[in-house]
């Protein structure tokens, strides 16, 4: 089922402002409210959904993801909490409207939003296993929002510094005379920051930052592991009015080897070596994940199986001036595509005795614990 759009629930434009969202949710939530409407399902659902969306959008970096991922930004839990059943009113949207009812607006003091740290990023990257191996410096291209050049991140025209919140004097709140009570709450005007924008960047509508294409340079160590996350500090999302950076996050993944499979710091290679070279002994060159040769002697009467071990020629062991072993599995090949002169010399073979099991012994030993088996069953 497709999720609905924030704006269309709370009943808003998407240029909405801050104080056209309140509104707008005020409105709403008086006339859903569950103790309005009792026994209304459709109301408790609704009451949910703007509870929701009001959640998110009164948030500005939120707001901001929400803008540009949609519902995806909240998968997994980070959409508010209001989904689950129950309501939240210790800092949801409905608490606001305590605040304002009831004089509960100072149970947090004034909440200083002028800026606000930007969000970290996630960048998957592949390399190959030669790389993992020695190591490279690479380049990689980030879609983020980076601090407004026409403002310098400050969200003011010209770059101007925000000015005193004229309603609250820098305080963030306001007190207002109720009855016998004085209530304290967050200043409408500049949202708890005390202070306010007097004329806005063009460029980035204030917010002081505009998405952009960044390229940066990443060093991949030599004897990375897959998996790794390499962290970037301070080139994730702008912070908003100013704030500080978010931090980049890279997550390396090693693709498949041709030849190769990594085991840690060693690496495991499968060889086919000719019947003849196995059965009468001789030697091979083998590739290596430095890119030289390696020469393997195998000694006559090589199995299929068999494992040849070539020291420190495996991988880099990351921050460590070590290497693993390669190890060289030997996949004996039986030959086809036979010409009459070779068929006959294998037959010569085979009449000779080549082909009895004491010059197979893995086939003797197999073939004697069969019989054993068939015996057992005639018992």
């Known amino acids: 089922m497709a999720e609905k759009d924030f704006?269309?629930?709370?009943?808003?434009?998407?240029?909405?402002?801050?104080?056209?969202?309140?509104?707008?949710?005020?409105?709403?939530?008086?006339?859903?409210?569950?103790?309005?409407?009792?026994?209304?399902?459709?109301?408790?659902?609704?009451?949910?959904?703007?509870?929701?969306?009001?959640?998110?959008?009164?948030?500005?970096?939120?707001?901001?993801?929400?803008?540009?991922?949609?519902?995806?930004?909240?998968?997994?839990?980070?959409?508010?909490?209001?989904?689950?059943?129950?309501?939240?009113?210790?800092?949801?949207?409905?608490?606001?409207?305590f605040d304002e009812m009831f004089g509960m607006g100072s149970r947090g003091g004034g909440r200083r939003q002028a800026s606000t740290r930007g969000s970290d990023l996630r960048y998957n990257l592949d390399v190959s296993l030669e790389d993992a191996f020695a190591g490279k410096q690479t380049r990689v291209r980030v879609n983020a929002s980076a601090a407004c050049d026409s403002c310098h991140g400050s969200g003011a025209a010209g770059g101007a510094d925000p000015v005193t919140c004229p309603s609250c004097q820098g305080a963030g709140k306001v007190r207002a005379q109720q009855g016998f009570f004085t209530v304290e709450r967050t200043c409408p005007t500049c949202q708890g920051a005390g202070r306010v924008i007097d004329n806005p960047c063009s460029a980035c509508s204030g917010a002081g930052r505009m998405d952009k294409e960044k390229t940066l340079s990443v060093n991949v160590p030599a004897g990375i592991e897959d998996g790794t996350r390499i962290r970037v500090a301070g080139e994730g999302e702008a912070g908003l009015r100013g704030g500080p950076p978010g931090d980049l996050y890279i997550f390396v993944t090693i693709r498949p080897h041709r030849f190769f499979r990594r085991d840690g710091a060693d690496i495991q290679c499968r060889v086919p070596i000719p019947m003849t070279t196995a059965a009468l002994g001789g030697s091979i060159e083998v590739p290596t994940i430095d890119g030289t040769r390696a020469r393997v002697n195998i000694p006559a009467g090589t199995q299929a199986g068999q494992q040849f071990r070539l020291r420190a020629k495996g991988m880099s062991v990351l921050r460590a001036n070590a290497r693993g072993d390669m190890y060289v599995q030997a996949q004996i090949e039986t030959p086809v595509n036979l010409t009459k002169e070779q068929r006959d010399l294998l037959k010569q073979f085979s009449d000779a005795g080549g082909g009895s099991t004491k010059h197979s012994p893995e086939s003797e030993g197999f073939f004697t614990k069969v019989k054993e088996f068939w015996d057992d069953l005639k018992d």
Do not use: C, M
């Not at 901001?64 to 980070?78: K, L, M, P």
């Not at 129950?86 to 409905?94: E, K, L, N, T, V």
């Open 7 to 97: 704006y269309r629930t709370l009943g808003v434009d998407r240029s909405a402002d801050a104080a056209t969202l309140k509104s707008a949710y005020r409105k709403l939530a008086k006339e859903l409210h569950p103790d309005r409407n009792p026994d209304n399902a459709d109301a408790e659902r609704q009451f949910k959904e703007i509870n929701q969306a009001y959640d998110i959008l009164k948030d500005e970096d939120k707001r901001a993801a929400y803008d540009r991922y949609g519902h995806e930004a909240f998968e997994g839990g980070g959409g508010g909490g209001h989904g689950g059943g129950g309501f939240d009113f210790s800092g949801g949207g409905f608490a606001d409207i």
